[in-house]
């Protein structure tokens, strides 16, 4: 592609064959009243009344959620789940966006599925009650699943890996394995968003934000403004995993650094109450879509900061970026921003 032309490249997601593999989990939010003026009569402690609960693909399920919102045409998910109800739950999620979830393994005994339960109280978050964080997946259910993956990679355009657990799917050895094999099949993009075991990649993109990169090379954290910091450490980043970097800025916008070129653009000044949650979901599947559909890093990061203005603006929730909604934001006052592309430095 020459020119950042949105409908082109949400015409070419229609034919996109795209997967992720990594920490699936499911979202639980419901609203949460404590002074309810009811004790249980069995152990006579204050009951809490819960509503208007809903629940959304989390972890890599709001990737995959995020993609199907773009309009990829194709989408696998390859991770674990416990027989239990929230298992049954996220397939369900993922199936009714038409996910493809033959390679979401049901692990039959110690594993939980994942899940984040956010209580909402006047419009705000609670402390959430985790599922699953501390599971410990099996070398045989491993090794099912990167077989599965093996099978599945010739048929693919773009595979996203997910890491973000404490305990996750891919720990720092298994991410070396799964780096081995990817290497194997370069007809595919790849695009990796790693809390932890990110640096343990080579030859493969990693997104990142300023915490994490921080974090993977040992460095005092800069403020997400501080240019000079975020272009120094992410070309830094980009030698050693002999891959592109992209870093998420917050409201600075995203960068775009390998061992050869950069590019960045701005964030867009948006008003009113945030919610960053998910946000970096966002921006890991936009990129891996442009990517996949042959655009170019500029056009990429560049829709992907759009995806991401469009996220942040939905409160209470997972949120995802449809294709109307990101030609609003593109059409509408804030397009200048977006008026050329963003120069290589």
């Avoid at 209580?119 to 599965?148: C, H, I, K």
């Avoid at 093996?150 to 799917?169: G, K, M, S, Y």
């Avoid at 099949?185 to 997104?207: E, F, S, T, W």
Wanted: glycine fraction near 10%; charged fraction near 20%.
């Amino acid at each position: 592609m020459t020119d950042f032309d949105l409908p082109t490249l949400f015409d070419r997601f229609r034919t996109l064959r795209a997967a992720v593999i990594g920490d699936f989990a499911v979202d639980c939010y419901y609203t949460l009243q404590t002074e309810t003026g009811e004790n249980s009569l069995e152990t006579g402690l204050p009951v809490h009344w819960g509503g208007r609960m809903q629940t959304s693909p989390g972890g890599a399920g709001n990737v995959v959620q995020n993609l199907a919102a773009l309009g990829v045409g194709a989408i696998r998910a390859f991770g674990a789940v416990g027989p239990d109800a929230f298992g049954r739950e996220l397939r369900h999620l993922l199936q009714r966006v038409n996910v493809d979830t033959s390679g979401l393994l049901t692990v039959e005994t110690g594993w939980d599925t994942c899940v984040y339960t956010k209580p909402m109280r006047e419009g705000r978050e609670g402390n959430r009650l985790d599922f699953g964080t501390q599971n410990a997946l099996s070398e045989a259910v491993f090794g099912q699943l990167l077989a599965e993956l093996e099978r599945a990679l010739p048929t693919l355009d773009v595979l996203i890996l997910n890491q973000q657990f404490p305990a996750p799917l891919l720990d720092a050895a298994r991410t070396v394995r799964l780096n081995e094999l990817l290497l194997n099949h370069p007809n595919c993009q790849y695009v990796a968003d790693m809390r932890h075991v990110g640096q343990h990649l080579r030859q493969i993109p990693l997104k990142v934000n300023t915490a994490e990169l921080a974090r993977m090379l040992n460095v005092p954290e800069a403020s997400e403004e501080d240019e000079d910091w975020c272009r120094q450490h992410s070309r830094q980043l980009a030698g050693r995993l002999s891959a592109p970097v992209i870093l998420t800025r917050g409201a600075a916008g995203i960068l775009y650094v390998d061992t050869a070129e950069s590019a960045s653009v701005a964030g867009l000044p948006l008003a009113g109450p945030l919610d960053t949650v998910g946000a970096g979901d966002t921006v890991v599947a936009a990129y891996a879509a442009c990517r996949g559909a042959g655009a170019r890093p500029p056009e990429a990061i560049a829709l992907a900061n759009l995806a991401a203005a469009v996220t942040v603006q939905k409160l209470g929730q997972t949120g995802t970026a449809n294709r109307e909604e990101i030609s609003e934001l593109a059409n509408g006052e804030l397009a200048n921003s977006f008026a050329r592309l963003p120069r290589n430095s």
